[in-house]
């Protein structure tokens, strides 16, 4: 299997910062790589696929980055409501495998 | 509008079952792949199970291989996940969600969940 490894798992930040996620896989694949955005007791929201492919409607100032086995999520300039819990995945092969969570939260 | 909603969940005993339904409207249901993935209480998301349309293509988790089952119904617009011999550790929100086999099979919709609680 796949493992997926997000860090930070948690980071403080005000609004109007520039934030960057890194997710890591355990071997190299194609850009079968997602992020999806999760808000407390609601259902997980895909923000870009492939990689760096934005999802329709959502912001520009998200942005995905990377290939092979290191990824990164950018927040250009963070908006109140992007403070949420970010996972990466990855769709190369099966079982499907997330990262295990990075918390956004307010500083 | 695009819509996936999942119904099926509630309390069983442990070594019981449980069906979950999830029914979509808005999109060619036969165009796309369905997945069940899964999240604990307080953890990360867990991907169950995958189905074609017409469940020619099936793939599980080795979590619930040998006790779900993904099943499809095209005419419905339907998915299922027939889970047995349930265990603690399967307590958690079920999730259905719309797999684009085009886009890299990222699942770019989802249902609002279902809670699923196995405890005596």
């Known amino acids: 299997d796949i493992q997926m490894t997000q860090s930070p798992s948690s980071l403080s930040a005000s609004v109007g910062d520039r934030v960057t996620i890194t997710c890591r896989a355990s071997?190299?694949?194609?850009?079968?790589l997602n992020w999806y955005q999760q808000k407390p007791g609601r259902a997980p929201k895909l923000l870009i696929s492939?990689?760096?492919t934005l999802d329709s409607g959502v912001p520009s100032r998200f942005s995905g980055s990377g290939s092979g086995t290191d990824f990164i999520l950018t927040i250009s300039s963070l908006q109140p409501e992007d403070f949420a819990t970010y996972f990466c995945?990855?769709?190369?092969?099966?079982?499907?495998?997330f990262g295990q969570g990075t918390k956004v939260e307010i500083k | 509008q695009v819509q996936l909603v999942e119904s099926g969940g509630g309390l069983v005993k442990p070594g019981g079952s449980l069906r979950l339904s999830c029914a979509t409207s808005?999109?060619?249901?036969?165009?796309?792949?369905m997945s069940w993935i899964r999240q604990a209480p307080g953890k990360g998301l867990e991907w169950v199970s995958y189905?074609?349309?017409?469940?020619?293509?099936?793939r599980y988790a080795d979590s619930v291989k040998g006790r779900f089952t993904i099943s499809t119904d095209n005419a419905k617009n339907s998915v299922y996940l027939q889970m047995n011999s349930l265990r603690a550790d399967d307590t958690a929100v079920y999730y259905c969600?719309?797999?684009?086999?085009?886009?890299?099979?990222?699942?770019?919709?989802w249902g609002q969940g279902t809670t699923v609680i196995v405890s005596s």
């Open positions: 969600a719309r797999e684009d086999y085009r886009r890299g099979s990222c699942m770019d919709v």
């Open positions: 808005g999109f060619t249901f036969s165009d796309y792949y």
């Open positions: 189905a074609s349309s017409g469940s020619r293509h099936i």
């Open positions: 071997q190299n694949f194609n850009n079968y």
């Open positions: 492939g990689a760096s």
């Open positions: 995945q990855q769709s190369y092969s099966t079982p499907w495998t």
